[in-house]
């Protein structure tokens, strides 16, 4: 049974999902897009400080759901640019420790709302 996970600690849906989605052994987190959960607005253009953000959103529906990034097991990257992956990949990395989830990374035409950078991810209950 599908059981959603909320928080206002990220942003709102801005659409017809959940932030996340419990399954049992497994959380579905929705693609996180870099929104300021109070103003549900970006606080920066800058892609350093929007992945940035993306990972404290990812962090804050981890956590709802009893977990940290350490329970991550996979996670795609969306990029409006691809120049853009090392510093990306900066950021991710920062928020992560080995063993590392398994991960994709590629360049999509256009992100919601303008966004330079969404990441969904998978994480695994223990």
């Excluded at 990029?79 to 920062?94: C, G, H, Q």
Aim: no cysteine; hydrophobic share 45%; charged share 20%.
């Amino acid at each position: 049974m599908l059981k959603p996970i909320a928080t206002d600690q990220a942003p709102a849906a801005i659409g017809p999902y959940s932030q996340a989605v419990d399954v049992g052994d497994l959380i579905f987190i929705s693609g996180q897009i870099p929104l300021d959960p109070a103003t549900q607005s970006f606080v920066s253009e800058n892609v350093k400080e929007q992945a940035e953000l993306v990972m404290k959103n990812i962090g804050a529906i981890l956590e709802k759901a009893g977990l940290t990034y350490k329970h991550l097991a996979k996670a795609n990257i969306y990029l409006d640019n691809i120049d853009d992956f090392a510093v990306v990949n900066e950021v991710y990395a920062s928020f992560l420790s080995e063993p590392f989830p398994a991960r994709a990374a590629v360049e999509v035409g256009k992100l919601p709302k303008g966004a330079k950078v969404e990441i969904e991810a998978i994480a695994v209950k223990e």
